[in-house]
């Protein structure tokens, strides 16, 4: 592979965006492209069917802008969103924050 493909992958797919193989293959990305980003390092599978460039942590903001950006259009709603605005009632205990995630569509896990 010549370095032109590992830069248009860096050009095309920016920090922390997860994709599918549908949006590499728009993109230029055939199979034998993507199994090489992936055996070079330049991709990271997160699960089957589900990459990312190695970087930053992934955070959950990540995660809600990648799926609006394959397609599937979420949101985040409930209670999530009324913490977020700052409206919530009790602080969370613990270090782990809860998302919730609304579609009018079934979304991957």
């Not at 493909?5 to 920016?14: H, V």
């Not at 549908?22 to 997160?46: I, S, T």
């Not at 270090?95 to 609304?102: E, H, K, M, S, V």
């Amino acid at each position: 592979m010549s370095s032109e493909n590992t830069k248009s992958l860096e050009q095309c797919l920016p920090d922390g965006q997860l994709v599918n193989r549908a949006w590499l293959k728009e993109r230029g990305f055939n199979r034998p492209r993507v199994d090489y980003a992936l055996r070079a390092g330049k991709l990271v599978a997160l699960t089957q069917g589900i990459y990312r460039r190695p970087g930053p942590a992934l955070k959950w903001e990540h995660v809600v802008f990648s799926l609006n950006e394959m397609g599937y259009p979420v949101h985040v709603g409930g209670r999530s969103a009324l913490e977020l605005q700052g409206l919530a009632h009790y602080l969370p205990l613990g270090g782990t924050q809860r998302i919730d995630l609304y579609s009018s569509v079934k979304i991957p896990a």
